[in-house]
């Protein structure tokens, strides 16, 4: 049967962590499948690479902790070379330790001017200005009244005029 | 730097086989811990600080030599065809080595690990090969328990597979 197959616990964790009954029952499988032979034989050398390959070992060279500070001094010297040709980043705090005496005067002449101002700039307005304020506002209506006066002057001129023409030449005709 | 060079050297040696490929690993791994030693909070050993920054260095740099064209197992040396036909003799799990046949072994391991992708490789050698504890694995990757035991469970396939085509080849089997 397919589910008897044994794949999947050879894959789920490292051989070495399988019981003795998961043995017993990979052996009574692979006994009879030899699909499942040759994927536990596959899995079992893989194991003995992994573990061969794990304990390699590598020691230091004599000269690796010299090699080391050098590249450390090196990398210092970068680092510090970019630091100090990298332009300052704008920020909005810099700008404001800057400038903080200069902005805030400035506001204090604003809010000093603005209340005197208020205090001792406030306009006098005597009673009977209304009236005059009305006249001065009927003059403008009237002054603009006046275009229409001169028109009209301007019709009875060419009215008259019109009249004048109109004797002169029946006078001729008669 | 003398007190963790045996550590940092255990976790390149892992990742990388050439000594010179090692060494350079390890050279990264200080020189990215100098730079970044403010990030150490002191809440664990430094120790296992610079264990998780030698393994997050070495996967980057595994992975940065994996953008080449991905590797293929071809025709093995004689002595590594023959490990793989000793191998069959004996099955059972744990069996002692001879220093020649652990190296051709670690050889051999190579070659399969570099068909596979760095993740794979470092589950494998992590879990498998050093049989370090999930947890421990997760602490060093910085990945979660769960993505260590998915990528072992998808690794170990992806290996015995590979493993698989080789016993055929060894045993003029595949055709």
């Given at each position: ?17 399988l ?51 050098a ?46 101002t208020?205090?001792?700039?406030r ?12 006249s ?12 229409a ?23 001729n005709?008669? | ?47 296992g ?42 099955l059972?799990?744990?069996r ?18 570099a ?31 769960s ?29």
């Amino acid at each position: 049967m397919k589910d008897d197959h044994i794949i999947k616990l050879i894959e789920e964790r490292p051989l070495s962590k399988l019981s003795a009954t998961e043995i017993e029952r990979i052996n009574a499988h692979t006994a009879q499948c030899a699909e499942c032979l040759l994927g536990f034989e596959a899995a079992i050398v893989s194991h003995r690479l992994l573990k061969e390959r794990a304990s390699a070992t590598v020691e230091p060279s004599p000269f690796f902790r010299t090699r080391v500070m050098a590249a450390v001094r090196e990398r210092g010297r970068q680092g510090g070379r970019e630091r100090s040709s990298a332009p300052e980043p704008f920020g909005f705090w810099k700008m404001w330790q800057a400038a903080r005496f200069l902005i805030a005067s400035m506001a204090a002449v604003v809010v000093t001017l603005t209340l005197l101002t208020l205090l001792t700039g406030r306009p006098q307005t005597p009673s009977g200005d209304h009236n005059s304020a009305s006249s001065s506002s009927v003059d403008l209506v009237f002054e603009d009244d006046s275009p229409a006066i001169d028109e009209l002057n301007y019709i009875q001129v060419f009215t008259n005029l019109y009249d004048q023409e109109a004797e002169g030449a029946d006078g001729n005709q008669q | 730097m003398r007190r963790y060079s045996p550590r940092v050297f255990q976790v390149a040696g892992r990742f990388f086989r050439q000594r010179s490929d090692v060494e350079d690993a390890a050279q990264e791994v200080f020189l990215r811990a100098y730079t970044r030693l403010a990030d150490y909070e002191g809440r664990g050993s430094l120790e296992g600080w610079l264990t998780r920054v030698a393994t997050t260095t070495c996967l980057n740099l595994l992975r940065d030599s994996k953008r080449r064209p991905e590797a293929t197992l071809t025709d093995l040396p004689e002595e590594e065809g023959d490990w793989l036909e000793n191998q069959l003799a004996d099955l059972s799990i744990e069996r002692h080595l001879t220093k020649e046949s652990s190296l051709v072994a670690a050889d051999l391991a190579d070659r399969v690990l570099a068909t596979l992708s760095p993740d794979d490789r470092l589950a494998l050698i992590l879990l498998d090969g050093a049989e370090i504890p999930i947890r421990e694995v997760a602490e060093m990757t910085g990945w979660s328990e769960s993505k260590v035991k998915t990528q072992a469970f998808r690794a170990r396939r992806r290996m015995r597979e590979a493993v698989e085509k080789l016993l055929r080849r060894a045993n003029g089997k595949e055709k």
